[in-house]
Every structure is written in C-alpha cells, then in structure tokens.
C-alpha cells in the first residue's frame, strides 16, 4: 500500500507539474510579452482614409466655377459571386463576352488580387449604365458600385486658372512629408495647385476591423479612435465669370491674351489664355488620353500664355518710357522731336510712320511717334547726371522695374513668368563693359529689342496708370470660405519710382490715343477710356497686335492688357476686343455688335476658317 | 439487491459533476464566442456551430442520464462486447467515409459526423479496467504484459491506419494506469525522460545538450558515491541519452528538407508563419494579447475574424486565452487540475479494481488530452489535432468524454454497495 500511496503522489506531482508550467507560460504570453498585442492589433486593424470633399470655387459675384460630382465605379468582389448571367450582364454594361473574360484575367493578375477584397471591375460608369446597372444589382451578387466624387468645372472657361487635379507621383508624395498616399488626388495647376492646401481639406482615418480575409467587419471600439474628415475650403475668385466668358469668345480663333485687373485692388478679372481647352477634359476615365493629345497638340493649348509668355511689347512701353523721361528731367510736356519718317543716328535706323512732326509729348504718345521716343531713350542714357551710359542704364533698369517688369510679381497661380529686363551684366556679355551706349540698345525704347513682357505685367502697368503710380500685386483669390483674402502682399501698393505727378499728362496722351490717335476704334460715348497701341514685332512671323487700356478715366473700374499673336497692328485686333471687354464690364451690354461679330468671327489661326469648323470645339465656349 | 444497485444521488461525487457542467457550459460560450457572426447572434441558431454543440451537450445529458440509472455491473458486462464493437466500428469508418483532412475519421450521417475513434477510448478503458481487475492478473506474468499490450495497441493501430495521429497517441496515456497497478517507476520515468530528451535534441545543439548530460550525471555521481550501483546506473542512463541525442541527430539529417523545416517549426527554432508555423503563431497572438484580463466576451478579434485556425475545435483554448485574459486562463488550468486530482481521489476510493482501474483509465486519458491540447495553442508543443476535454466544438468528443466521465461517476456511486476486492 506503500507503494500504491506513493505513486498516487508521483501523479499528483506530474498534473501540478505541468499545471505549473502551463501557468508560467501563459503568464510570460499574456502579461510580460507585450508583443502579442501589437501582433494582434496589425491583425485585425485596418485604416481606412476618409476623404473630405473639396473646396468648391466661385467667381467674384457669387458664380459657381467648381464642384465635386459622384463617380460611379464598379466593383467585384470575386469570392462573392453567385450564378452570374454573364450574357445579361455584359448587355447591361455594354460589352462583349471577350472583354468580360479579359477583364476578369486582368483583375486576377493585378497586384495584390485577392478574392475576398473588391476590385474595380470598370472606373467611372457613364450614368446610363449606372441607372441600368442600379436597377439589376441584384441579380448580379458579387458586383456593387461604389461612389467616389471628382472635380467638376461648371463652365468650360478659364482652364488656366482653374487647372485640375490629377493622381500623386512619386515624387509628389515624397515632397509631401509623407502627407499623400498613392492613388490620392491633389491639385496639379491653376488654383487647384496653389490653393491645394486649402481645398483639399483635411482626411479624416477610420479604423476598422478586418477579419483573415480582409474582410471589413465593423468599427474599432465604436470609433473612438477614429478622426472626422474635415472638408476643404470655398474660394471665392476674383474672376468675374461673364467677363472671362466674353473675352474668350471675342479672342476664338486667334493665339493671344488677355488680362484684365481691378486697379484699386489688383484683383484679376479676366484671365485668358487661347487656344484654350475644356477643363472637363481632365476629368474622368479619359483623362490621360486627353491630356496626352493636349501634350502634343501644336497649338500648345496648355501653355498658360497671359502669365508665363513674354512678349517685347512694342509701342505700349514708350507711355512707360514717357514717365521715366519726365522724372529723369530730360522730358516735359513742351519737349518736341522731329521725325523724318524715323529716327537714324550714325548707322542706326529706327522706322516711323508718317505724321505731322516736329511734336511735343501728348501728340507724340498719341501717334506713337518711334523718333520721339528713341530720342527720349537717348537722353536718358545719355543724361549728363550720371558718370556713364551703364550707370544711367541702370538707373532707368530700376524705374522700368519698379512698374513690375522683369522679375515674377508673386500672383496665386502656379507658371509665372519672369519677363526679361536686359541687365547691364547681359550687354558686357555681348558688347565688353563700356562699348555700349543708347545707340546699342535704342530699341529697348520702343519696347523691342531684349524686352520681355507677359500679358499680366502689362495689365498690371495699366492699373499703374489708372491708379497714377502704385500697384497692388495682381492675385486671383479674393476670399476663403467667405473671409475676404488678407494677405499683406495682396494689399500692398507698390509705388513706383515715378511720382505720381507725372502720370497726369501721359493720362492725357492716353485719353488721345483712343480719342483722336491710333485707338479711334475703342472709343466709347458715354466711356472715357484711356489706352496706348502696339505693334511689337517678332521674329517668329507677322508683329503681334498690342494694345493695353483703363476706363473710366476717372476712378478707373478696369484695366486691361490684351495681346493678340502674329495679328498686325494693335488696333486692328487688340484694341476692339479690349474695348469691348471694357464696355461689357462696365456697362454689361454691348452697343457695337458689328465689331463684336468681327472679332468673334475672325479666325487667325486656321489657314482656311470656313472649312475649318470642326477645329473651333476647343476654343468655342459654352454659352 | 436491486435498491442496493439503483443510483443513490447521495453517492455522487457533486464536485467532479459541477465542474463538468462549468466546462461544458463555459466550452458552449466560448464556441460561441470563437465563432460569433452579427447575422447569426442568437447562441440557440442551430444552424451555428454553437447551436449545434448545444444539442450536443443536450443528447450528452440525456446519455449521462441513463448512464446514472443503468445498473453499474452493466458496464463491467458489457465492456468486451463494447471494445469489439467499437474495433468492428473503427475499422469499417476506413472504408464507408470520404477523407476529411487527410483522415478517414468520419461517418457521415446526413448533415452529422461521427468519429468512432473517439468511442474507442472508453471502451479501451473498460475493456482494460476488466482485463487487468481478473483476481490473478499481474503485470509480472508475459502473458497478461502481452494481452494488456494488445488491448491498447490494437484501437491505437486501427486509428492510426485513420490517418489520426492524435487520436492514437491518447492511447500512450494508459502508460500512467499501468505505473498504478504494478508497472515499475522508472520505465514511466524513463518513458517521460525519453520523450522529454527527444524534443530536447531536436531543440537545443546536441553537443551542448551532451555537456550538460555529463554534467548533470557528474553531479550524481558525486551524489551517489556511496553506491557502485547507483553509479553504474548514472553511467548507463548516461550513454543511453547520448546515444539517443546522436540517433535523432542521424535521423533528423535524414530527413527532406521541407520535413526538417516542419520539425523545426513545430519546436519553434524556425519561424516559417505563412505555413506549418502559421496555426501556432495566431494561436499565441490570440492568448498573448488576452492580457492579465482579457478582452472581454465576444471582443476577442483574433479568434472572432478568424486568425486562428480550428478555433471552435482544437485552438478553443484560444478564445478564453484571448477573452479571458491570464486569469480566465488560470482558472481553467486549476480546475482541470483540480478534476485529475479529484479523479485519482474517486479511483482510490473504489472498493474493486475494476472501479479503481477504470477511474485512472479516465484521469490518463483527460490528462493527455489537457496536456497536448493547451501545450499546442501556447506554443510548448508540437501540433497534434486532439480536442480539450468539454470544450472543443464536437458531438462525438463531447459524448464520448460523458460517457467516459459518467460511468466512472455511476461506478462511484455505488461503491459502498460494493463488496471490497469483488470483482461480480
């Protein structure tokens, strides 16, 4: 019995043995290691972005330009489907058995394919089929659709400022900081871009559990961990929408720009780009084809002209070179040149067209008189004051500087251009420092030569002029989420170096130039606009038409600069699309529809317009 | 006579039974728990596997009923009838079932499935219990050594042919009857040190497994230098180990690769979690991130979304590791504990050795299965599919252990009318 007792007790210690040891493991899994919970957690916890909706853009009155619409996208997830009717489903969706068995393999071979998660079967159903497909969803167990929303432009106008949103890039999403995610959208260019940050909101996480297969099965602790996506902002544009819509019309068919800016603010009105394209174009399941036939297409309809192309600007500088003349004391109201159908000095030769002469300021701006304003040039490099031609070279760099030229201003949109404003660095380069003079560079003062101007520095020197001697940064945002815009650079006034005593007189000139010079034809009755022509010639082909003005005279409402390429003279183009811009935006009717109609009939670019209908789409608007 | 034999609810042993209907009740919610889906939230749907283990626990009840109320010479009676019955059983389940998992295990009886292994086990142990109760049966005599042998290997062999590995290592278990009615200690010491030093090999490098043998006989040898024998024995144990180790080194060298590396999973000194490794690693997420508290009922996501592989049946451990946290887990760890206790103490308290036999039969048998089960799902052991006693999802296992359960407690019940040393 000894013995029986004892090995009872051999039992007895083997079952507490092991009892222990199960005891002591346990312990080490669920209390000291704590690596099993972070195991668990990458298990069953899925983040899932919420995306917020995006900013919708309005124009200055209140206008909508932007909006997010549903997309439809359908998806399959395989392992859920049943007795599918492949010959009803495919009528549904438009294709044909070989498309859906083709489809099917794509999906199985793509990377991360798993039976259980959803893939998309086809992207952005057109909504036809998506009303036929909601109709029969259920007989198509496995399929769902799924909505997702994506940019809308409410008018096809305004591309360039608008621009669109397109998927991240590598480099995008390393830029960001790890900010973006692949397959996010984000604001390629035009205000999409710049405003990016304020559009795009803020993305909200939801944590879900999954189970083995990946299988959504409700929310983690009630989503107490979860954080609300917070929808991006509302900008309201300084773009007056009917404005824009005109211009573009009037400017059809014709390769040029045009900007209009409300000088007492330096808020953009218009900002026009042509050829131009639909914004939609770059949404929707299209999008990378119709972004490759922009890409190539020879008209550059994607070059955003008003802000990045520089123009010499020809005769519009010599107002420009007026005021500088007056504040450098080489030139008052009385000062007369002759002009002998041009200017020459030893073997320069500077060609002017026929008109009364000798003439003293105002009718030399008025005729655009090439002689008076090489000589005015002449005397201001050439002025006494300064020990050298370089140093006064550099002096007059600093006034036609002042007025914005040659550097980028800092407008709210992504692509400006600098200009160019030849530096004294640049003709050392070419001619040895010292071995030039005015006569070198006499063309700078009729706006030829090495000057660059784009479209938006020209608008921006006639609200200098409408406002008699500052600027204020041109931008094109004019409030968020109903905030008026305050930031400093974008109420700011920037005078230039010229006072504003001198701008009375060229004001004056202007008002001639429209009324009784080579503007006649922008002349309004009840509308004093003041305003200078153009003809900037380039090398590329015919001189490009010019023509930049402010009206009213007093307390100016609206300036406007407006180029049109490879067009002739300022004004035979430029200045009636100017002029009538002017008359919409201030009056909002149009008295002359005869040189309406000329201008939105005229075409420029396409050799043979009546044959050439097809071609217009791009450029033709909406409404 | 008759009152003498009828059930006398006095004689019960109330506390073997209350625990069999905590863990049969606990078992019942953690299926539940383990396999949870909002569309089906009622624990009753029998179209769930809970619902389903309820049934199974209600036909348990019912046989365990009318186990209580037969007269307890029944089983002594008829447990060679059972023994072959089940054998006839066993072997037939070879040819009349489909493969499920690589195993011919399963009749299939409309939407049930039996398994004829797992009757096999008490009819095993009653057979046993009346073989080795005989007035002269000794474990000295080589006859008898070689019936006893027969009567375990013979079901083991036939269910091995199943393709059921684990079902037929339970029958190891009877080594521990075997150790209380006469079999010397040390061949259960050796036994256990056998197993023990085999997966030791396999684990820790040889050579140093070797030093710390030698060692460790060192020690003895200084322990026991008052006796030449002691240390001849020191001496043999110690050449048998060392060359036990170099014999599953040859072996395991042997082996294909991909066998190597499943033995090495299986001891966990290679991590392979997309494969072999797989089940054992989402087992020991799912109880390591129970915590000291757990999770709470039906929050335990690893086991609910289904990381764990067989978690109703043979991971069911894992959903009370991961709800219940360490002290979920102590609680059943003690109290299986404390039922092989309780069982020993009923065993030696029967008056026949029939009674006593049987008792121990049924405490061997619980306890393999604890031991293999909870030492798989916490990673101690390799992966071998047998179910925890009352808990695993199942009707075959759920019935057999009450049988196996119900008639050690009718035997018990009736001890005292029991002429001590009778053998009916």
Not at chain 1, 17 to 45: H, K, M, P, S
Not at chain 2, 5 to 25: K, N, R
Not at chain 2, 32 to 51: L, M, N, P, T
Request: charged residues 20%.
């Amino acid at each position: 019995m000894i013995d029986a007792a004892s090995k009872r007790v051999t039992l007895y210690i083997i079952f507490v043995t092991i009892g222990l040891i199960f005891l002591l493991r346990l312990f080490w899994l669920q209390v000291v290691d704590e690596t099993y919970v972070q195991f668990a957690r990458n298990n069953v916890l899925n983040e899932v972005v919420v995306y917020p909706a995006r900013g919708l853009v309005y124009d200055r009155n209140g206008q909508l330009l932007i909006y997010n619409d549903a997309i439809y996208d359908l998806m399959v997830v395989p392992e859920r489907l049943k007795d599918l009717d492949t010959n009803s489903f495919c009528d549904v969706l438009g294709i044909t058995k070989e498309e859906f068995i083709r489809r099917f393999t794509k999906i199985k071979n793509s990377k991360g394919y798993s039976r259980y998660r959803a893939s998309v079967f086809e992207k952005q159903l057109t909504i036809p089929v998506y009303a036929a497909f909601q109709e029969k969803l259920f007989d198509f167990p496995g399929f769902y659709v799924e909505t997702r929303t994506d940019r809308k432009y409410v008018y096809n106008n305004a591309a360039h400022v608008m621009g669109y949103i397109g998927e991240v890039t590598d480099k995008i999403i390393e830029q960001s900081n790890g900010y973006y995610r692949m397959g996010d959208y984000y604001g390629v260019s035009g205000i999409e871009r710049s405003y990016e940050d304020v559009l795009r909101g803020t993305r909200g996480i939801k944590y879900v559990l999954v189970d083995v297969h990946n299988r959504t099965q409700g929310r983690y602790k009630d989503g107490l961990f979860d954080t609300a996506s917070v929808a991006g902002l509302n900008i309201t544009t300084t773009l007056d929408h009917q404005l824009q819509e005109y211009g573009e019309k009037l400017i059809q068919n014709k390769r040029g720009s045009v900007v209009a800016i409300e000088p007492s603010t330096g808020e953009i009105l218009a900002l026009i780009s042509n050829p131009t394209y639909d914004p939609n174009l770059f949404i929707g399941r299209e999008r990378g084809n119709n972004y490759m036939r922009l890409l190539r297409d020879p008209q550059k309809p994607l070059f955003n002209r008003p802000i990045a192309a520089p123009y010499p600007p020809g005769s519009i500088f010599k107002i420009i070179m007026a005021l500088i003349g007056q504040k450098e004391g080489v030139l008052n109201e009385n000062t007369s040149y002759y002009c002998g159908g041009g200017y020459r000095m030893g073997s320069i030769k500077v060609g002017c067209h026929p008109h009364s002469s000798p003439l003293p300021l105002r009718p030399g701006i008025a005729v655009s008189c090439n002689a008076y304003f090489c000589n005015v040039y002449r005397s201001v490099i050439d002025n006494k004051r300064y020990p050298n031609s370089e140093a006064a070279y550099r002096k007059w760099r600093e006034h036609v500087m002042s007025f914005g030229l040659g550097q980028r201003m800092g407008i709210d949109l992504p692509g400006e251009g600098m200009g160019n404003v030849p530096s004294p660095e640049y003709y050392d380069k070419i001619y040895g420092r010292y071995h030039w003079k005015s006569s070198t560079t006499i063309s700078l003062g009729i706006g030829q030569g090495e000057l660059g101007i784009t479209p938006l520095q020209m608008a921006n020197v006639t609200a200098i002029l409408a406002n008699r001697g500052y600027y204020i940064t041109p931008h094109i945002v004019k409030a968020i989420e109903g905030t008026k815009l305050n930031r400093p650079e974008y109420t700011k006034r920037h005078y230039t170096t010229v006072d504003t005593g001198y701008y009375g007189i060229i004001v004056d000139a202007m008002q001639d130039v429209v009324e009784r010079g080579t503007a006649r034809v922008a002349m309004m009755k009840d509308i004093i606009v003041c305003g200078k022509t153009g003809t900037a010639q380039n090398p590329h082909g015919k001189d490009h038409s010019v023509f930049f003005a402010f009206a009213p005279r007093d307390n100016p409402k609206i300036a406007i600069a407006v180029v049109v390429e490879n067009a002739g003279f300022g004004a035979t183009w430029a200045a009636p699309i100017a002029s009538l811009m002017i008359e919409k935006y201030l009056t909002d009717t149009i008295t002359r529809a005869w040189l309406e109609e000329r201008m939105v009939k005229a075409d420029l670019i396409h050799p043979k317009p009546v044959t050439d209908e097809a071609g217009k789409s791009a450029a033709k608007p909406a409404h | 006579m008759k009152q003498e034999s009828q059930l006398q609810s006095q004689h019960i042993d109330w506390l073997t039974l209350l625990i069999y209907f905590l863990f049969v009740l606990a078992g019942w919610i953690n299926i539940y728990a383990a396999v949870y889906e909002a569309d089906h939230a009622s624990i009753f749907d029998i179209s769930q596997s809970y619902g389903k283990q309820l049934i199974w626990i209600g036909i348990s009840a019912f046989i365990a009923l009318m186990i209580m109320l037969v007269d307890d010479k029944f089983f002594y009676a008829f447990s060679y009838g059972l023994y072959g019955l089940m054998i006839v059983l066993n072997i037939a389940v070879l040819f009349f079932s489909k493969e499920v998992k690589g195993a011919h295990a399963w009749f299939e009886i409309g939407s049930f499935r039996l398994q004829p292994a797992e009757f096999a086990k008490f009819a095993t142990a009653l057979t046993l219990a009346r073989y080795m109760s005989h007035f002269d049966f000794s474990l000295k005599d080589k006859k008898h050594w070689w019936y006893v042998a027969a009567i375990i290997m013979l079901p083991m062999a036939v269910i091995l042919a199943q393709n059921d590995t684990g079902s037929a290592l339970v029958y190891c278990s009877f080594i521990f009857v075997l150790y209380r009615e006469g079999l010397p200690g040390w061949i259960l010491f050796i036994g256990l040190a056998l197993g023990i030093i085999s997966v030791l090999a396999l684990v820790v490098p040889s050579n140093v497994l070797i030093y710390i043998l030698i060692g460790l006989a060192l020690l003895a040898v200084f322990l026991l230098r008052t006796s030449k024998q002691g240390m001849l024995l020191v001496a043999a144990v110690l050449i048998t180990c060392i060359g036990l180790i170099k014999g599953i080194d040859y072996l395991f060298y042997k082996l294909q690769p991909h066998q190597q590396q499943r033995v090495n999973v299986l001891l966990g000194k290679e991590v392979d979690l997309k494969g072999a490794g797989y089940n054992v690693h989402q087992s020991k997420i799912a109880i390591g991130s129970g915590g000291l508290l757990g999770k709470g009922f039906l929050e335990g996501t690893q086991t609910k979304f289904n990381f764990v592989p067989e978690q109703s049946t043979d991971f069911i451990f894992c959903t009370v590791g991961e709800e219940y946290g360490f002290v979920g887990s102590s609680v059943l760890i003690i109290m299986f504990i404390v039922l092989f206790v309780r069982l020993i103490v009923i065993a030696e308290r029967q008056r026949n050795r029939f009674n006593r036999i049987y008792g121990y039969c049924v405490a061997s048998i619980l306890f393999f299965h604890f031991t293999i089960n909870i030492g798989m799902t916490i990673g101690l052991l390799p992966v071998i599919g047998i179910p925890l006693p009352f808990f695993s999802y199942g009707g075959s296992s759920l019935i057999s252990f009450t049988v196996l359960l119900f008639i050690l407690l009718r035997l018990d019940a009736s001890r005292v009318y029991q002429l001590r040393g009778s053998i009916y």
